[in-house]
């Protein structure tokens, strides 16, 4: 043969090779998205996008992404505030909440202080505790904008919820503290005891400028910008009922937990809140967000219907059980709203002796090495042997652990939502879920608690609480000007 005549065949040849490869390819794409559990790589919780989609983004790259900006360590304030003044100037000056004091604990052995000392020691721990700030390890957070947060959220048809126990509760407080703080004025409406709602204050100048900005009409400033769901374990009695006895509760136990808030009509609320509504079609385009956590009251403590077997192990794995249910059971029940995004925010940290620390960690290495000692310094604070039981069948050592439960899920849940992307070749398909990994973050700062040797699970308001509110303004910033 000439050897025209074989470049000519060598060329159909490579031609034919592509079209059948590059047919094969597409034709089997969907085959290749494979369940997180049998995939060696991470899916991460915030894929949106189909593969092979390329969306121009006005993201600035210097900027940390999602749960890369959670990573990282505690960095001195600069400038540091050096008084009370300083502080409130900043966080305590147009917000409902003053913030003065964060509580002290009792004082050391044989000393006793006067109210005007004792008042004093508050002043400066809030200080002290407000003189850190989050500084990821890789790139930069967006710059705290309160109201381009708010114009984000009128995009919205229900704004964004903080939905868990006392500690969601805490950070919806220090949330609405800190976007006052930019001058914007709300009114609460409480639908019941455990859900309550904020709406810019109508005919305000602050209001009007923000309306303008979003460029959403009059209708969409008669819903909410933020509200709290009390519910400290999310599912309803019959639920906990079921897979509790499922997993060795004797049948009809006695109810025990009427202390635990609870929000009987959450779901009429979320159906509410992500209700498209006329008028708002090409404005309000953007999913209703909830933050949602329970897990501090996921204990064997709280949940002692389950038995005792004299094994921390077997009980634990009947508190996986039961906890891996909830979670299912939430999963089914959200996903009934369509224009809802749920940023699944990781249980914090508890500190035993939380009073022994006065400023954060040095890094993520040194909180884990004080968190591998959590036995040495949860019995340290017990007064008897009874109160050494009691301590650890609250289960800070486990909340993590629980935690990683959303997780899993939550990736199974993107996994989905992608290979139905795939099918579809199109956007829109299922509610989105990201999971908020502020574990490590939470555990580097012993020192911010609520009251040092009493509480030290809550925190210290605003403190912790103004890190993870930035964050949501990052994410939300993210996700928005990603959407395609």
Same mark, same amino acid.
């Given at each position: 043969?000439?050897?025209?005549?074989?470049? *000519?065949?060598?060329?159909?040849i490579?031609?034919?090779c592509?079209?059948?490869?590059?047919?094969?390819?597409?034709?089997?794409?969907v085959?290749?998205?494979e369940?997180?559990?049998?995939?060696?790589t991470e899916?991460?919780s915030? +894929?949106? &996008?189909?593969p092979?989609?390329?969306?121009?983004?006005?993201?600035?790259?210097?900027?940390c992404?999602?749960?890369?900006?959670?990573?990282?360590?505690?960095a001195?304030?600069?400038?540091?505030?050096?008084?009370?003044?300083?502080?409130q100037? +900043?966080?305590?000056k147009?917000?409902?909440?003053?913030?003065?004091t964060?509580?002290?604990?009792?004082?050391?052995?044989?000393?006793?202080?006067?109210?005007?000392?004792e008042?004093?020691l508050?002043?400066?721990?809030?200080? /002290?505790?407000?003189?850190?700030?989050?500084?990821?390890? #890789?790139?930069?957070?967006?710059?705290?904008?309160?109201?381009d947060?708010v114009? &984000?959220?009128?995009k919205?048809?229900?704004?964004?919820?903080f !939905?868990?126990d006392?500690?969601?509760?805490?950070?919806?407080?220090?949330?609405?503290?800190?976007?006052q703080?930019g001058?914007?004025?709300f009114?609460m409406?409480?639908?019941d005891?455990?859900i309550?709602?904020?709406?810019l204050?109508?005919?305000?100048?602050?209001?009007l400028?923000? @309306?303008?900005?979003?460029?959403?009409p009059?209708? =969409?400033?008669?819903?909410?910008?933020?509200? %709290?769901?009390?519910?400290?374990?999310?599912? #309803?009695?019959?639920?906990?009922?079921y897979?509790?006895?499922?997993?060795?509760?004797?049948?009809?136990?006695e109810?025990? *937990?009427?202390?635990?808030k609870?929000a009987?009509?959450?779901?009429?609320?979320?159906?509410?809140l992500?209700?498209?509504?006329?008028?708002e079609?090409?404005?309000?385009?953007?999913?209703t967000i909830?933050?949602?956590?329970t897990?501090a009251?996921w204990?064997?403590?709280?949940m002692?219907?389950?038995p005792?077997?004299?094994?921390l192990?077997k009980? =634990?794995?009947?508190?996986?059980?039961?906890?891996t249910?909830?979670?299912?059971?939430?999963i089914?029940?959200?996903?009934?709203?369509?224009?809802?995004?749920?940023?699944y925010?990781?249980?914090?940290?508890?500190?035993?002796?939380?009073?022994?620390?006065?400023?954060?960690?040095?890094?993520?290495?040194?909180?884990?090495?004080?968190?591998?000692?959590?036995?040495?310094?949860?019995d340290?604070s017990?007064?008897?042997? +009874? /109160?050494?039981?009691?301590?650890r069948?609250?289960?800070?050592?486990y909340?993590? %652990?629980?935690?990683?439960?959303?997780?899993?899920?939550?990736?199974?849940?993107?996994w *989905?939502? =992608?290979t !139905?992307?795939? =099918?579809?070749?199109?956007?829109?398909?299922?509610?989105?879920w990201l999971?908020?990994?502020v574990?490590?973050?939470?555990?580097?700062?012993p020192?911010?608690?609520?009251?040092?040797?009493?509480d030290c699970?809550?925190?210290?308001?605003?403190?912790?609480y103004s890190?993870?509110?930035?964050?949501?303004?990052?994410i939300?910033?993210?996700? !928005?000007? @990603?959407?395609?």
């Amino acid at each position: 043969m000439k050897r025209g005549n074989r470049v *000519l065949v060598l060329v159909a040849i490579a031609f034919f090779c592509y079209i059948l490869f590059s047919h094969r390819t597409s034709s089997t794409e969907v085959e290749l998205a494979e369940d997180p559990a049998g995939d060696t790589t991470e899916l991460p919780s915030h +894929v949106h &996008r189909p593969p092979g989609q390329t969306v121009e983004s006005k993201i600035n790259t210097t900027l940390c992404q999602y749960n890369e900006c959670l990573k990282g360590r505690w960095a001195p304030r600069e400038p540091q505030f050096k008084t009370l003044e300083d502080f409130q100037e +900043v966080f305590a000056k147009r917000g409902a909440s003053i913030w003065s004091t964060c509580e002290v604990g009792d004082p050391p052995a044989g000393v006793k202080w006067t109210s005007a000392e004792e008042e004093r020691l508050k002043q400066k721990r809030l200080v /002290d505790i407000m003189n850190w700030v989050w500084q990821p390890d #890789h790139g930069e957070l967006l710059p705290w904008d309160p109201l381009d947060f708010v114009v &984000r959220l009128l995009k919205t048809p229900g704004g964004i919820v903080f !939905m868990g126990d006392s500690l969601s509760q805490g950070h919806e407080h220090a949330f609405g503290s800190y976007l006052q703080e930019g001058g914007i004025v709300f009114q609460m409406k409480e639908t019941d005891s455990s859900i309550r709602s904020h709406i810019l204050e109508k005919g305000h100048p602050v209001t009007l400028e923000l @309306q303008r900005r979003a460029g959403v009409p009059d209708s =969409r400033m008669d819903h909410p910008i933020f509200s %709290v769901v009390e519910e400290h374990i999310l599912i #309803h009695q019959e639920d906990l009922r079921y897979i509790t006895e499922l997993n060795g509760a004797n049948k009809g136990w006695e109810w025990h *937990l009427d202390s635990l808030k609870r929000a009987d009509d959450w779901e009429g609320f979320f159906r509410r809140l992500t209700k498209s509504r006329p008028g708002e079609e090409t404005s309000v385009t953007s999913d209703t967000i909830i933050v949602l956590n329970t897990g501090a009251h996921w204990s064997r403590g709280t949940m002692y219907m389950l038995p005792e077997v004299g094994s921390l192990e077997k009980e =634990r794995e009947a508190l996986t059980n039961v906890y891996t249910a909830m979670v299912k059971i939430m999963i089914r029940k959200m996903s009934q709203y369509p224009r809802l995004t749920v940023f699944y925010r990781a249980t914090n940290a508890g500190h035993p002796s939380c009073h022994r620390y006065n400023k954060p960690s040095k890094d993520a290495a040194e909180a884990h090495r004080e968190a591998a000692r959590y036995l040495e310094l949860s019995d340290a604070s017990a007064s008897n042997e +009874v /109160d050494r039981k009691v301590r650890r069948r609250w289960d800070w050592d486990y909340l993590n %652990v629980l935690s990683q439960v959303w997780k899993t899920e939550i990736e199974h849940q993107e996994w *989905l939502r =992608r290979t !139905m992307k795939l =099918r579809n070749q199109s956007g829109g398909v299922g509610m989105r879920w990201l999971y908020v990994d502020v574990y490590e973050m939470s555990l580097q700062r012993p020192d911010a608690h609520a009251v040092p040797g009493k509480d030290c699970l809550h925190w210290c308001l605003p403190a912790v609480y103004s890190e993870w509110t930035r964050h949501l303004y990052h994410i939300l910033y993210l996700e !928005m000007e @990603q959407e395609y």
